[in-house]
């Protein structure tokens, strides 16, 4: 198992940026993806963007060319860059971990784009 904690959520302006931190701990050798997804209420979690082992970063195509992920393997942490915000970035952001095709999810992390 893992756990994952993130951090960085918070309220932001539009056209702001914002930086989310994701920590991972527990059974960390065996990850094969890190990633964010983000949900707002009564919609379906989506995915923003993921980083497997040895491949490119995948985008949603809504914060495509605006946002980057990264992954810092030493440790343990994948961080998400997003810049030009809108209010229709606003929800409450989850990091995730794929071990041997399980999907962890961490509790998630509420980001407001408001004036």
């Known amino acids: 198992q893992v756990q994952l904690v993130e951090s960085g959520g918070g309220l932001v302006q539009p056209g702001g940026s914002l930086r989310l931190s994701c920590t991972a701990s527990?059974?960390?050798?065996?990850?094969?993806?890190l990633g964010w997804y983000r949900q707002i209420p009564g919609k379906e979690r989506e995915l923003v963007a993921q980083?497997?082992?040895?491949?490119?970063?995948i985008y949603a195509d809504s914060v495509k060319g605006r946002s980057t992920i990264s992954r810092d393997n030493a440790k343990n942490m994948v961080v998400l860059q997003m810049n030009s915000l809108t209010p229709e970035d606003t929800a409450v952001y989850y990091c995730?971990?794929?071990?041997?095709?399980?999907?962890?999810w961490g509790q998630g992390t509420q980001v407001t784009v408001s004036s």
């Open positions: 527990g059974s960390t050798f065996s990850i094969t993806a």
């Open positions: 980083i497997f082992n040895g491949g490119s970063p």
């Open positions: 995730s971990a794929i071990i041997r095709l399980v999907r962890y």
